[in-house]
């Protein structure tokens, strides 16, 4: 899929801290309908999200309590579930993806997801236990890339940038495993699941990480040996957010959610904490990320035939 020009204001944050997929918010209690301001301060507002441990939500819950907004925060062992239990109605709100995978799971699913806020963008790494370096890893050895679409596209184009594969037509954010040019690339590439490319290190060259997981394979986001670069102003498909149902992407609360999230000076200072460093606070109007969206989920469709 084609990526779009970022037309956001981008911060770097505090420290070097290299922040994970963004989490979700469920709902226990009902929400406003569609086109509603809804003040739903009385209201548990659920939020679903991947790796409930980082910093940023115990002071994300604080901050929010002391607006009057009770918060729950709804902790996910992998991406797959936050958006089903969404659409489903079991959360308000999710923080946990980037615009490709929301594309990619409306398209697939049929239903309409929107985002209603920017958070971060992270940048995806190369790790491994063997090597100090790319240029330390022998010809023929193996790479791991998670097996879901969208960031085994992402991861691929890292591996191309770091010169050990090569992409027929250079690459997109659609590319997958048959598009690797063998004859031409250095390595062997295999998919799988994200939550097992860490433990799967040992028997591996390297593997692209996501963040969530880096600390499983007992590394630090410092410990990467090659990643991309998340100032690219064509990174905005890889723009962190939070999302809703579209009927609720109007919700003067989770509208407030999301500003205490991108404002609140100890939120902020957890999400370095938990990013190790290599986060990039963003805060991208919302038209430009449903505008982004439109394209992706375009593009997709197209994909996908």
């Not at 089903?84 to 799971?105: M, R, W």
Request: glycine share 6%; net charge negative; aromatic share 6%.
């Amino acid at each position: 899929m084609s990526r779009q020009h970022q037309s956001s204001r981008q911060t770097k944050l505090i420290a070097a801290l290299a922040t994970v997929p963004l989490v979700f918010g469920l709902a226990a209690c009902a929400t406003p309908a569609a086109g509603e301001s809804g003040d739903t301060a009385n209201d548990v507002i659920k939020i679903g999200v991947v790796g409930k441990a980082d910093p940023q939500w115990p002071a994300f819950e604080e901050a929010a309590a002391d607006e009057g907004i009770e918060i729950e925060i709804v902790d996910f062992a992998d991406y797959a579930q936050p958006n089903p239990a969404t659409t489903e109605g079991e959360l308000d709100l999710n923080q946990f993806q980037h615009i490709v995978y929301l594309a990619d799971y409306n398209v697939s699913s049929g239903e309409d997801l929107a985002p209603i806020g920017s958070t971060a963008i992270y940048p995806l790494g190369l790790y491994s236990t063997k090597y100090d370096s790319v240029k330390d890893i022998p010809a023929g050895e193996t790479v791991a890339v998670p097996n879901d679409a969208s960031n085994q596209a992402r991861s691929l184009l890292v591996l191309q940038s770091a010169g050990l594969i090569e992409l027929k037509s250079g690459g997109s954010i659609f590319s997958d495993l048959a598009d690797i040019d063998e004859s031409a690339s250095k390595v062997e590439v295999t998919a799988l699941e994200a939550s097992l490319t860490p433990t799967s290190l040992p028997d591996l060259a390297a593997a692209v990480i996501n963040n969530d997981f880096v600390a499983d394979a007992g590394l630090t986001f410092d410990d990467a040996i090659a990643q991309d670069d998340p100032s690219d102003p064509n990174a905005l498909p890889y723009v962190n957010i939070f999302a809703t149902r579209a009927d609720d992407k109007d919700n003067a609360t989770y509208q407030k959610l999301v500003e205490i999230f991108q404002t609140d000076a100890e939120v902020q200072a957890g999400l370095l904490e938990a990013s190790g460093g290599t986060g990039v606070s963003v805060e991208t109007p919302v038209a430009d990320l449903e505008e982004s969206l439109a394209k992706v989920e375009a593009d997709t469709k197209a994909a996908k035939g």
